[in-house]
């Protein structure tokens, strides 16, 4: 049997391939932290994210191990390859693609396809499976046209 691209678990959502908890409040090993807002924030002992979001996240909640990546800088996790690809959303807001022996996922929390001055341009990966927030997924939020 193979394991799931991506698991839930007690602390959330969970990449077996990579050992990693996705933006948990709080969990046991490495947490991905895909931007430094205080809704993604983590009191895990270790991270995983850009040397940005490292950064900004130690101010808000204090020092961290952190694991840092530059944007399109594959590494290898656990049993995959993980590289982190910009979400366009925050400074340091990265999305995770993780490659493993049962394919490739990509996570990512908060996400912006508009031009953003603070990050490059969104990067959109092909993968087997997409996790994304969904804040304003709702049909009750109507945005503006384009434009």
């Given at each position: 049997?193979?394991?799931p691209?991506?698991?839930?678990?007690?602390?959330?959502?969970?990449?077996?391939?990579a050992?990693?908890?996705?933006?948990?409040?709080d969990a046991?090993?490495?947490?991905?932290?895909?931007?430094a807002?205080?809704?993604?924030?983590t009191?895990?002992?270790?991270?995983?994210c850009?040397?940005?979001?490292a950064?900004?996240?130690?101010?808000?909640?204090?020092?961290r191990?952190?694991?840092?990546?530059d944007?399109?800088a594959?590494?290898?996790?656990?049993?995959?390859?993980?590289?982190l690809?910009p979400?366009?959303h925050?400074?340091?807001?990265?999305?995770?693609?993780?490659?493993?022996?049962e394919?490739r996922?990509?996570?990512?929390g908060d996400?912006?396809?508009?031009?953003?001055?603070?990050s490059?341009?969104?990067?959109?990966?092909?993968v087997?499976e997409?996790?994304?927030?969904?804040?304003?997924?709702e049909?009750?939020y109507?945005?503006?046209?384009?434009?």
């Open positions: 049997m193979t394991r691209l991506v698991a839930r678990t007690a602390h959330g959502l969970y990449v077996p391939a050992d990693l908890h996705l933006d948990a409040r046991p090993g490495t947490v991905f932290v895909s931007h807002h205080s809704d993604h924030s009191r895990a002992a270790r991270i995983l850009t040397p940005a979001t950064a900004l996240h130690e101010q808000r909640r204090g020092a191990e952190a694991l840092t990546l944007y399109h594959p590494a290898r996790v656990a049993d995959a390859e993980v590289t690809l979400a366009g925050a400074l340091g807001s990265a999305m995770l693609v993780a490659e493993g022996a394919g996922v990509a996570y990512t996400y912006k396809l508009r031009p953003n001055p603070f490059p341009p969104v990067t959109i990966p092909r087997d997409l996790v994304m927030e969904c804040t304003f997924g049909p009750r109507r945005f503006p046209p384009d434009g």
